[in-house]
């Protein structure tokens, strides 16, 4: 039976939920190393067909060697990498059906749109009608119709970007490679190709594999992420579960903000655990249990958002957790408002309120004495 998912789902899709369903791409205990430097250790891995999966961490984690792998251009140490149930040992990246797509698009530049489009269907013998009608199917897809005889340097960097896409997605492949994809755009251009990356995906019934440092970017387009470090895979889940159940100190403080405890377990009980804050400032009373034994130390992550914040004249009169505190710095960032709140000498918290109301009867300001309230489902325990 599958499990009940956390927080918002992108769309109905959860192969991996089911015991019977068959990878598209396995990796079976794979290594690579480079001389003494192991960048993929002995890691195995399931997508499954029409996925979109994220391969998330930071420089140096073994993510890109993991495509490279996967495309071709580096061969595993040890272990075996299967596509559609075919073992690609010894397959050599033209013969592979992938195609990957780069931070530098790589366009060429005395070609026009259509040409660059059609470049590898020309190159792979297809008959001009096919040509013309798969590049026509591409521009549409790619909103790249009223571009379609624009040279590379009279197009703009998200018009340049969506006709690298067509290009790698002209071919038909079955895995479309995203090594960094949209790297070089600003902010709000790169939000909007992301969510044109899904529309994209879903309408093409395609699997695509993405590898960016980003996190942001990995939540909103992954129906699945894989954090890693050290070559290995820390924590693979969909967005939600990764945000909201981080299985190590490392995923918690990597994906988001988050404000980290450290604490001892103070009292066990079918109905939870209380936490004692290792600054002595504070207990924690949550509805979670935990493997480790009373005494031990422990981390509480609670994401910022979870936590209210009011003046300390106006508790939270009917919240379990609820500590006083000073504020000391605050972010003001349109949309919300981050406070960084002193607790006692030792502990800072950081609470993010949205900005809801373009006036506010009694503003918290810097120094103001305030109570910091959660409720006990509001963070979850770390042991490692």
């Known amino acids: 039976m599958a499990k009940k998912p956390i927080g918002p789902v992108r769309r109905a899709f959860s192969p991996w939920d089911d015991p019977a369903a068959k990878p598209f791409i396995e990796f079976r205990n794979v290594t690579k190393r480079f001389g003494d430097f192991t960048a993929v250790d002995n890691l195995s891995l399931k997508i499954y067909e029409r996925e979109f999966f994220a391969l998330l961490g930071g420089s140096g984690c073994g993510k890109t060697t993991m495509m490279r792998m996967l495309a071709g251009f580096e061969t595993p140490t040890e272990g075996q990498i299967l596509l559609d149930g075919q073992d690609l040992a010894g397959v050599p990246p033209y013969k592979r059906p992938t195609n990957m797509m780069f931070q530098s698009y790589a366009l060429f530049p005395h070609m026009n749109v259509e040409a660059n489009i059609a470049f590898g269907l020309k190159q792979d013998g297809m008959p001009k009608a096919q040509i013309a009608e798969r590049v026509a199917e591409m521009l549409r897809l790619t909103k790249l119709v009223p571009f379609a005889k624009r040279k ?7 018009q340049r970007q969506r006709v690298a896409l067509a290009r790698s997605l002209a071919k038909r492949p079955k895995v479309l490679l995203l090594d960094e994809p949209l790297g070089a755009l600003d902010r709000k251009l790169r939000e909007e190709t992301q969510f044109e990356l899904m529309t994209l995906q879903e309408e093409l019934k395609m699997t695509f594999l993405i590898v960016t440092h980003d996190q942001e970017e990995a939540m909103t387009v992954a129906d699945r992420i894989a954090v890693m470090d050290a070559g290995k895979i820390i924590q693979m889940a969909p ?146």
């Open 152 to 158: 590379p340097h009279q197009l703009s960097g998200g």
């Open 239 to 384: 967005p939600a579960e990764i945000y909201e159940t981080p299985n190590s100190k490392f995923v918690a403080d990597f994906i988001g903000d988050v404000n980290l405890i450290e604490a001892k377990v103070a009292e066990k009980s079918p109905q939870g655990t209380i936490l004692q804050a290792a600054s002595g400032e504070f207990c924690i009373d949550t509805i979670q249990e935990t493997p480790a034994a009373v005494g031990d130390t422990v981390w509480y992550a609670m994401r910022p958002e979870k936590i209210r914040i009011a003046h300390g004249d106006t508790p939270e009169a009917n919240a379990v957790n609820k500590v006083g505190a000073e504020v000391w710095d605050i972010a003001y960032l349109g949309d919300i408002s981050i406070f960084h709140s002193r607790v006692g000498e030792k502990e800072t918290l950081r609470a993010t309120v949205a900005n809801i109301t373009r006036l506010v009867e009694r503003p918290i300001a810097w120094d103001d004495k305030v109570v910091l309230s959660w409720e006990r489902d509001a963070g979850v325990i770390l042991t490692a």
